[in-house]
């Protein structure tokens, strides 16, 4: 889980404010604001700072977990094949195991980085997402135990 939590949900990131002068983002630490050239006070930058950093990270993280999403379709032809081949009963565990991890990862997402209040366009969009994502795996994962179920139905 440490790989989870370092790797996936918290993301390292640069860290970046707004400008108290012009609002633009700069890079946090910059003496001086590349854009107006008003001298940068860290403290009055910071409440923006740790706005950004927050908000940074929940939308690099949705962006992570988004590259799962070619799983997901791997999965049909795997929940297919159920029906042609005969899968060993430990292939089914580790299936079912493995398939719902990225919910597990997703409800983290949420628990994480859902609760925040910004209006920020790419957060909401990434919001988005995790909830699309989130009926994406939400229904593979039906799909998996109603197949499971009807193989070993028949094998009765
Ligand atoms: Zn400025």
């Known amino acids: ?44 930058m910071l409440a923006s700072v740790q706005e950004n950093f927050y908000i940074t990270q929940a939308v690099s993280s949705a962006n992570t977990i988004r590259t799962f999403r070619p799983a997901a379709f791997l999965f049909l032809v795997v929940a297919v094949g159920r029906f042609l081949m005969d899968y060993s009963l430990r292939n089914n565990l580790f299936m079912t195991v493995l398939w719902f991890m990225p919910v597990v990862i997703i409800v983290a997402w949420f628990f994480k980085h859902g609760g925040r209040t910004s209006k920020d366009d790419d957060y909401l969009e990434s919001k988005q997402k995790m909830k699309s994502d989130l009926l994406l795996w939400l229904a593979v994962n039906i799909l998996n135990w109603v197949t499971l179920g009807v193989v070993f139905s028949r094998r009765k």
């Open 1 to 44: 889980m440490d790989f989870l939590q370092k790797e996936v949900l918290e993301p390292d990131i640069t860290a970046t404010g707004n400008c108290h002068s012009c609002n633009e983002l700069v890079q946090f630490g910059t003496p001086k604001c590349p854009y107006c050239g008003t001298l940068l006070d860290r403290q009055r």
